[in-house]
């Protein structure tokens, strides 16, 4: 069962405006990776569902997080279908991130007021998700689709659209300005944030480092 009520997973996403993403075989590390995340200063974690074992590493992981009163909000990712969300979802995911948008897990979320953040590529698909009570969509690969330029666009039409993009945020500080300038309600970050070399080498205090900075450089563009 989620920690975490849908209107705090949202709300922040919104203040901080970083969602980060890893996954990892090994329940230790991802551990040590989670507190450096936790301690640099992000407010939510999305651990993604794509090698074996995924779900044992990510139940440990959540547990590890209830049993130490962890105020970091864990997610899951690259989550496709709804059979998966809701075994996900019943070891404690508070908000569940997908590279596409499936109906079936936009209902089973609803259902259990659980944040549903769906991968999204077109404008008629962006509407699609938002009719399913979708608050913030995902855009990926988010260089592919555009960049910058399609978020700026698509809120012209549409300025109550949310979006996050995933894929192509690189931690540069111009590239973190570029996507927040054009409207982005935060960013999704994976290896260029949490970098293997820094997994590989135990390094957490290169990705505690990582997430302060980028951090300092969206609340630096939200001000200018």
């Not at 980060?20 to 090994?26: E, I, K, S």
């Not at 044992?56 to 009163?69: D, T």
Request: hydrophobic share 45%.
């Amino acid at each position: 069962m989620a920690r975490f009520t849908r209107l705090e997973v949202y709300q922040a996403m919104f203040e901080s405006g970083l969602v980060p993403l890893f996954y990892h075989p090994d329940v230790e590390i991802s551990k040590q990776v989670t507190q450096a995340v936790a301690d640099g200063g992000a407010r939510v974690l999305e651990f993604t569902n794509r090698g074996d074992f995924a779900f044992e590493v990510f139940k440990e992981l959540s547990q590890s997080l209830v049993v130490n009163k962890s105020p970091l909000i864990l997610g899951v990712g690259s989550v496709v279908d709804a059979p998966t969300a809701a075994m996900f979802i019943g070891a404690g995911a508070n908000f569940v991130v997908g590279p596409i948008f499936n109906p079936e897990v936009a209902r089973l979320c609803n259902r259990r007021k659980i944040a549903y953040l769906p991968g999204c590529g077109t404008l008629n698909e962006i509407s699609q998700a938002e009719e399913y009570g979708v608050e913030i969509v995902k855009i990926f690969p988010g260089s592919a689709v555009g960049g910058p330029a399609f978020i700026k666009d698509v809120l012209g039409p549409c300025p109550w659209t949310r979006i996050m993009p995933t894929g192509g945020v690189d931690a540069s500080e111009e590239n973190i300005r570029s996507w927040i300038k054009a409207g982005a309600c935060c960013v999704g970050m994976g290896s260029k944030l949490i970098t293997k070399a820094a997994v590989t080498e135990g390094d957490y205090a290169s990705i505690n480092a990582n997430v302060q900075q980028v951090l300092a450089w969206i609340a630096a563009a939200r001000q200018k």
